[in-house]
């Protein structure tokens, strides 16, 4: 099955600054690389996305790249707010005619310092 | 976006009791659900793969008979933590399958004294 890692664990930056998340994952066959935010005691929200079919999505503040080769992908935050504190997960799957379970990282601690 | 509710979001059992947890998608049809678990500062993992009218699929690990999985309508799954224990306490997550993403409930917390 797919197994994916995530790093840092923890990441702390200064407000302002840029943030980082990297996440590799092991399984060719999968097509499908969500990154999630989770706040404490909530559903994880979905705030960007992309499949192997491009390099690169950007949105606004985020932007997500992929290395299908070296099955790599990672997720970019340009200045960083205070409200962007959380964890933040990736994940993957293989689309198969509707998205399937995702496997997700460990998740990484995003803390914004002022 | 599409909405999925859980119910309960929090629930308190004694240790041998049942808990049942309600899935639904409120506004689409999902024919596929999934369940996934979360335990504190820990990631969501994947416990098995609801389908409408069918046996769900379980991930490797995961007690078929522990957590009975029923999903008898297009728009309702539940989950039923069968003799619950302390170690089963967590935060439950479901989710409806969409066309290109998944759409998550809100979870529910279950505590197991």
């Known amino acids: 099955g797919e197994n994916v890692e995530q790093h840092p664990s923890t990441l702390s930056v200064q407000e302002g600054d840029s943030a980082v998340i990297k996440c590799t994952y092991s399984?060719?066959?999968?097509?499908?690389f969500p990154w999630y935010k989770q706040e404490l005691g909530k559903r994880p929200q979905l705030i960007i996305d992309?499949?192997?079919?491009?390099g690169e999505k950007k949105d606004q503040r985020i932007a997500v790249t992929l290395n299908k080769t070296a099955k790599h992908f990672s997720l970019h935050i340009t200045e960083t707010q205070p409200e962007d504190s959380a964890v933040y997960f990736c994940?993957?799957?293989?689309?198969?005619?509707?998205?399937?379970?995702?496997?997700f990282g460990k998740g990484t601690h995003l803390i914004i310092q002022p | 976006g599409a909405v999925v509710s859980q119910h309960p979001s929090w629930v308190i059992c004694k240790s041998g009791t049942s808990v049942k947890i309600e899935c639904r998608s409120l506004?689409?049809?999902?024919?596929?659900m999934f369940w996934y678990r979360q335990f504190p500062k820990q990631s969501l993992m994947l416990m098995a793969t609801?389908?409408?009218?069918?046996?769900?699929?379980?991930e490797q690990g995961v007690e078929k008979d522990k957590f009975l999985i029923n999903h008898a309508s297009l728009t309702l799954s539940t989950l039923t933590v069968t003799s619950a224990h302390p170690e089963d306490s967590s935060f439950y997550i479901c989710?409806?399958?969409?066309?290109?993403?998944?759409?998550f409930g809100p979870g529910t917390r279950l505590t197991v004294l």
């Open positions: 989710s409806a399958r969409g066309v290109n993403t998944q759409y």
């Open positions: 992309i499949r192997s079919n491009v």
């Open positions: 994940a993957a799957t293989e689309l198969r005619g509707g998205a399937d379970g995702l496997t």
């Open positions: 506004d689409f049809q999902a024919t596929t």
């Open positions: 609801s389908n409408e009218g069918s046996k769900a699929t379980y």
């Open positions: 399984d060719s066959a999968s097509n499908y």
